[in-house]
């Protein structure tokens, strides 16, 4: 296993481009089993958790080919293969391939997914979604069994506005009979990612982006070319990487819109923002204000950057609150970031940070974006070297990390743990 070694106190200077979303691509890889003929998908990202979703779809007979940040997958030898372990595992979003196969061939057995493990993740809502449209789900030595003689439109309503749940119906109700509607759907980028592919590929999706997602079955689904929209959370990840630094970085290829949650909370802190049409500049300094940030869905300050943004908020003046009105307890970093000197207090769901000045130390990622702000926290490190462990979950969701942040001035780099 490797570790990072980051060398602190140099500001983050330059431009970049981050890869499309991987949590697109993880809906939209899967997806491809809707069709009868190839779909390639282009600005795919270049990270493991991908990689295991290619080799899954293997697994099933697919043909995947893959050049560079472009990959064709072709589907028509796809069968029913049950997968209760192995790499299903290894990944949340295989929970996906429940609504793609359950689509293609009425049925799915698939393990337990697997992914960022901060805080219990239920998936009560996918299968209630699953069964509204007909399916019965039980439990299979430990996998999730699910089967529908005829998968019928229905009306679902979601307690939650869960992502995974809004696509998993989705991609089940593309292929039933007769209209499915989601109510209280979720409204990410994603999902509209996901909606528009599936409608290349012949389905009959409106509503994608809003609370109410309206689905007409139809009985075949074709091949299509498809790009893949920018990654948000990189794009946010390298803002407050940069405001934290004191820095000056410009990140090309985005959807500014995206970002207006941060861009905000940015803004109220005292961070100079310069929004273009496809791109951002973010122009830091010495002196930030508290604010309280709430992590909530989408059009809200993103859960999956609620971690990064605890490490700008240890340079501001005066007291932070920081709450996650998603995940009840992601707060992985924190522990980490106490050996690193941070004044942080976990109070419910909320951390409530001071000012901090930082120091190195050795520190463990224990899930994706708790590792990405620990590699934040050693560069705003006035001097030495933070090492930080667990590089594989970080990997999982930052293209070229390394290589961003070496081309923007920082000094970083692997080392065999
Ligand atoms: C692969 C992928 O796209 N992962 C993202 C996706 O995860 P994921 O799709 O798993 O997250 P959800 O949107 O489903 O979860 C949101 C909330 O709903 C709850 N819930 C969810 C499903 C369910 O059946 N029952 C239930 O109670 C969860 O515990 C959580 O509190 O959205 C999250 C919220 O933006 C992000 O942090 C993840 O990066
Ligand atoms: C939690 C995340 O991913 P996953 O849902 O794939 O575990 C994330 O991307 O921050």
Request: charged residues 0%; without cysteine; glycine residues 0%.
């Given at each position: 296993m490797d570790k990072l070694m980051v060398a602190g106190g140099r500001p983050l200077r330059g431009t970049i481009r981050v890869s499309g979303a991987k949590n697109s691509a993880l809906a939209l890889i899967p997806a491809a089993i809707l069709a009868d003929s190839p779909v390639t998908l282009d600005?795919?990202?270049?990270?493991s958790d991908v990689e295991v979703y290619a080799s899954i779809l293997e697994e099933l007979g697919a043909r995947v080919t893959r050049n560079a940040d472009v990959m064709t997958i072709d589907p028509s030898e796809v069968r029913y293969i049950p997968l209760p372990n192995g790499n299903v595992s290894k990944i949340r979003a295989s929970y996906y391939l429940m609504g793609a196969l359950l689509g293609r061939f009425g049925e799915a057995t698939i393990g337990l997914p697997g992914g960022c493990n901060f805080e219990p993740r239920p998936i009560d809502l996918h299968v209630k979604g699953f069964e509204a449209l007909g399916a019965v789900v039980t439990n299979e030595n430990g996998a999730m069994r699910i089967k529908a003689q005829e998968l019928r439109g229905a009306k679902i309503y979601l307690d939650v506005a869960s992502v995974g749940a809004t696509i998993n119906i989705m991609l089940a109700a593309s292929r039933a009979k007769g209209s499915t509607v989601i109510e209280n759907a979720a409204k990410e980028p994603e999902i509209i990612d996901v909606a528009t592919l599936l409608n290349s590929m012949g389905a009959r999706i409106k509503g994608a982006g809003t609370e109410t997602i309206r689905i007409e079955g139809v009985e075949t689904m074709h091949g299509c070319h498809h790009s893949i929209i920018p990654d948000r959370i990189q794009v946010g990840t390298y803002m407050i990487a940069a405001a934290a630094t004191r820095g000056d970085v410009t990140i090309d290829q985005i959807i500014p819109k995206h970002m207006e949650a941060v861009t905000a909370k940015l803004i109220e802190m005292g961070v100079d923002v310069y929004e273009m049409d496809e791109s951002i500049r973010i122009v830091g300094n010495d002196n930030y204000n508290s604010i309280d940030v709430k992590a909530l869905v989408y059009p809200g300050f993103a859960t999956d950057l609620q971690s990064p943004m605890s490490i700008l908020l240890t340079q501001a003046s005066g007291v932070s609150i920081l709450t996650d009105h998603v995940y009840s307890s992601r707060f992985r970093q924190v522990p980490e970031l106490l050996r690193m000197g941070a004044r942080i207090k976990l109070e419910g769901r909320s951390a409530v940070i001071e000012r901090s000045a930082l120091s190195p130390a050795k520190v463990r990622a224990t899930d994706l974006r708790a590792g990405a702000a620990l590699v934040l926290a050693g560069l705003i490190v006035p001097e030495g070297i933070t090492e930080v462990s667990g590089v594989e979950f970080i990997e999982r969701g930052y293209e070229n990390l390394v290589e961003n942040l070496t081309s923007l001035g920082a000094e970083i780099w692997r080392e065999q743990e």
């Open positions: 600005n795919l990202p270049q990270v």
